[in-house]
T-cell receptor, first 113, second 115 residues
Framework: EDKVVQSPLSLVVHEGDTVTLNCSYE??????LLWYKQEKKAPTFLFML????IEKKSGRLSSILDKKELFSILNITATQTGDSAVYLC?????????????FGKGTKLSVIP | GAVVSQHPSRVICKSGTSVKIECRSL??????MFWYRQFPKQSLMLMAT?????????EQGVEKDKFLINHASLTLSTLTVTSAHPEDSSFYIC???????????FGEGSWLTVV
């Protein structure tokens, strides 16, 4: 059974801190790993990772994938209160000829002034 | 970027009635659409996966006769909650994937309240 484990489940930091969110996975026929940010409504897309060792960056956010050790990290530098959200990690794979998507439980990040 | 539109964003219905939620991909053809349910403070729970023109594949524990999914075209999938009960009140989200693509794009979600 495919599995995605995120850690920590919740995190409280002060503005300006740097945080690292973790995502480990076990999936049949891995295709990609995706990071999403969810505030009050539906998740918004952050990154898609398919290759090991290639860092993706968007402003203060960055992410990297290690396909050998089966994990990914999401880094947020100089955190702001607007970064407070649940960050979801999901992996896609192909099983029995069909496309599958598995989510982790998310990391709830709270950034306090 | 790719856009997925979901409608309605909020709906209130009476117990025993049925309600339909639409999910549209606006600028790409969605060969696969996913429907999720999310309870407060919990992660997304995949309900079913639908491929255009074929029957949806439901996750274990999801009643297919209660949650009817139709993916009649490459840009539209619908979720119909039949004979709704207050326990069905939840946040329902759809997502879509284009042909050959790996990225999943989400709709804005629909709040369903059954009274």
């Amino acid at each position: 059974e495919d599995k995605v484990v995120q850690s920590p489940l919740s995190l409280v930091v002060h503005e300006g801190d740097t945080v690292t969110l973790n995502c480990s996975y076990e999936v049949t026929n891995f295709r990609s790993l995706l990071w999403y940010k969810q505030e009050k409504k539906a998740p918004t897309f952050l990154f898609m990772l398919t290759s090991s060792g290639i860092e993706k960056k968007s402003g203060r956010l960055s992410s990297i994938l290690d396909k050998k050790e089966l994990f990914s990290i999401l880094n947020i530098t100089a955190t702001q209160t607007g970064d407070s959200a649940v960050y979801l990690c999901a992996v896609t794979g192909v099983g029995a000829g069909s496309y599958q998507l598995t989510f982790g439980k998310g990391t709830k990040l709270s950034v306090i002034p | 970027g790719a856009v997925v539109s979901q409608h309605p964003s909020r709906v209130i219905c009476k117990s025993g009635t049925s309600v339909k939620i639409e999910c549209r991909s606006l600028d790409f053809q969605a060969t696969t659409m996913f429907w999720y349910r999310q309870f407060p403070k919990q992660s997304l729970m995949l309900m079913a996966t639908s491929n255009e023109g074929s029957k949806a594949t439901y996750e274990q524990g999801v009643e297919k006769d209660k949650f009817l999914i139709n993916h009649a075209s490459l840009t539209l999938s619908t979720l119909t909650v039949t004979s709704a009960h207050p326990e069905d009140s939840s946040f329902y989200i759809c997502s879509a994937r284009g042909h050959g693509g790996n990225t999943i794009y989400f709709g804005e979600g629909s709040w369903l309240t059954v009274v």
